[in-house]
C-alpha cells in the first residue's frame, strides 16, 4: 500500500468552505466520546485497530475497514491510539455529481445514500477492503491530498474525481463482499485486529489461534488463502511497518527500534528488514526511504 502524504490533522474551514469535500489523515487516532458532525464522513483504516462506537452498538475495526458515518449520527472511537486512517468529510447533496450507473449499485445504497439510523448490533455502512484494493484506495487518497494542498488550476475537479473513483472501488468491493475470499477475510478480523493492538508482544501462532478459535492448522490455511502469507509472516510485517514509523522520526536507534515493535534479536531485526524493504535500517534510513 503507498505511503499516505502528510495531511492536515485539524480542519480550518477553508477548504471545506471552498469546496464541501475535504482529506484528513490522522495517524495515533485518540478516543472520542459520542458526537456528531454536519457533514458526511468516510473513514478509512489504513493501519492499526480499535473499536467504533455508535448508538447502534460497539464494533471492531481494523486496517482494511472503510464506513461512512452521515450527519446527525452520533458515533465515538476507543481502544484506538494504534489506528492510522483517513477521514474524507464531504456533503454529497453539494458535490452534485453525476451517478449514472453508480447508484443502481447496492453497495451505493448501503454505504452512501441509506442515511437512516443503524439497528442495534448492525454495522452494514462498513466494507473491507483487500490489500490490493486499500493499496489502490490509499493512491486516491494520495492524489486528493496532493491537490487540496497545492491548489493548481483544476484542483477542486480533480478532487471530486478522486473521490468519485474511491466511491467505485467501495461499491465494487461491496458487490464482492460474499465471494470465498472476502468471507475469509471477515473470518480472520478479529486476530487481524489482535495483531494490530498486540504486535509488540511475545506472540506465537498458538496464542493467534486461540484468538480466532481456530487450530494452527485451520488458521494457516486460511490466512495464506486470505492474505498470501502465514500469520506469523503478517505480525512480522506488521512489526517491520511500526519499525519504520519508528525509525522515520529520526530519534531512535535500530536496536530500540526493534526491541519496541516485538524482536528480542536485533540481528534477525535486520534481516527481516532486508527481506521486506530490500535494505538494511541503516541503509533505508540514509537514503530517507522511509
Known amino acids: 500500500m503507498s505511503l499516505i502524504i502528510s495531511a492536515p490533522t485539524t480542519g480550518n474551514g477553508t477548504f471545506f468552505e471552498a469546496l464541501p469535500l475535504n482529506v484528513i489523515h490522522i495517524q495515533h487516532h485518540g478516543n472520542t466520546r459520542l458526537h456528531q458532525h454536519t457533514f458526511s464522513e468516510m473513514v478509512i483504516i489504513l493501519q492499526g485497530s480499535g473499536v467504533h462506537i455508535s448508538p447502534g452498538g460497539e464494533h471492531p475495526i481494523a486496517a482494511g475497514d472503510v464506513f461512512i458515518v452521515h450527519e446527525g449520527q452520533p458515533h465515538g472511537y476507543r481502544n484506538s491510539s494504534s489506528m492510522d486512517l483517513v477521514n474524507i468529510l464531504f456533503l454529497m447533496d453539494k458535490l452534485a455529481l453525476s451517478l449514472r450507473d453508480i447508484e443502481d449499485m447496492q453497495g451505493f445504497n448501503a454505504l452512501i445514500s441509506d442515511r437512516r439510523p443503524r439497528s442495534p448490533g448492525v454495522f452494514d455502512s462498513r466494507v473491507r477492503l483487500s490489500a490490493e484494493r486499500l493499496g489502490r484506495v490509499a ?123 516485538g524482536f528480542q534479536d536485533s540481528n534477525y531485526f535486520t534481516r527481516q528488514f532486508r527481506a521486506l524493504v530490500g535494505c538494511s535500517p541503516r541503509d533505508a534510513r540514509k537514503l530517507s526511504v522511509l
Open 139 to 261: 493512491d486516491r487518497i494520495n492524489e486528493m491530498i496532493v491537490e487540496q494542498k497545492t491548489r493548481p488550476a483544476g484542483w477542486k475537479f480533480a478532487m471530486v474525481a478522486q473521490f468519485m473513483l474511491i466511491i467505485t472501488e467501495l461499491c465494487r468491493a461491496h458487490s464482492e463482499r460474499d465471494n470465498p475470499a472476502m468471507r475469509a477475510l471477515t473470518r480472520l478480523s478479529g486476530v487481524i485486529g489482535y495483531i494490530h493492538a498486540h504486535y509488540a508482544e511475545d506472540l506465537t501462532l498458538d496464542d493467534l489461534a486461540g484468538v480466532a478459535s481456530m487450530s494452527r492448522r485451520t488458521l494457516t490455511r486460511e490466512f495464506r488463502n486470505a492474505l498470501g502469507v502465514s500469520p506469523i509472516d503478517y505480525l512480522i510485517r506488521e512489526r517491520i511497518n511500526r519499525a519504520m514509523d519508528l525509525l522515520r522520526s529520526g530519534d531512535m536507534t535500530v536496536t530500540e527500534a526493534a526491541y519496541l515493535v
